[in-house]
């Protein structure tokens, strides 16, 4: 994939200022964020801001998360090139783009039908061609895909969706934000023996996880 140059200088303070000085150390985190073209992915009239340090608006009520939360969550997750990895919420498909450049296979789902087919469009015409989007309740995972190594939940839950820790892999490890409408919790969940371990990382805030196993409607605000 060419690397893009545009954007390149914003980029770079990006990783240097957001991600490298806030404590993310992982070269293949950074690196990956360093190479990918975030402006392609938020609407246009936010191409300017993308490399800033906040969530942006990309439709339907829906965000961006900001490049650290990206990072730290990814990070979490401690790729291998041999993973398969579940993403809930695609959204515009960025943080799907960024693990597919350290997992072997990705699948993201999302319930909205316009923001999956234009991540679906936008990764294809991008060359992320490891990269699976689907339309549907991600709280029900995908069992005809399952196990992953590697879950990441870009919505926020009242709890972890049982159906996700079921299709988590021996040795998996799973980030999400637990909480409530205005205040959450990343949590890693991780399985060794069949059994989940659970630690608390830092406060994060999503837009809700709607679904079966999460908000039957979004939470009041
Ligand atoms: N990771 C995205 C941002 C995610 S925003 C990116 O890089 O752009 C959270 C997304 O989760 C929203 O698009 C929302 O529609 C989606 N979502 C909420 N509940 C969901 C569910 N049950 N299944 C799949 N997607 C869901």
């Known amino acids: 994939m060419p690397e893009s140059s545009e954007y390149a200088p914003q980029r770079a303070e990006m990783v240097e200022k957001q991600l490298r000085r806030r404590g993310i150390e992982d070269s293949c985190v950074l690196g ?61 498909g960025y943080q799907a783009a960024v693990l597919s450049l350290l997992a072997k296979e990705v699948f993201t789902i999302e319930r909205r039908h316009e923001l999956a087919s234009a991540a679906s469009e936008k990764l294809s015409s991008l060359g992320y061609h490891n990269v699976h989007v689907h339309c549907g309740d991600g709280t029900l995972g995908l069992p005809e895909f399952a196990p992953f190594n590697a879950i ?54 999503f837009v809700p996880l709607v679904g079966h196993h999460a908000w039957q409607k979004p939470p009041e605000r």
């Open 152 to 205: 990441l939940v870009a919505a926020a839950a009242p709890a972890a969706p049982q159906p996700l820790l079921a299709q988590l892999a021996e040795g998996g490890r799973m980030i999400i934000p637990v909480g409530d409408a205005e205040n959450q919790e990343l949590q890693l969940i991780e399985k060794h023996d069949g059994r989940l371990s659970t630690r608390m990382m830092e406060g994060c805030r």
């Open 32 to 92: 990956a964020m360093l190479k990918l073209p975030r402006h392609e992915f938020v609407p246009e009239e936010f191409r300017a801001r993308a490399y800033e340090d906040v969530p942006l608006p990309i439709g339907s009520g829906q965000t961006i998360s900001q490049p650290y939360i990206v990072a730290a969550m990814t990070a979490a997750l401690r790729l291998l090139p041999t993973d398969r990895a579940l993403e809930i919420g695609a959204g515009c």
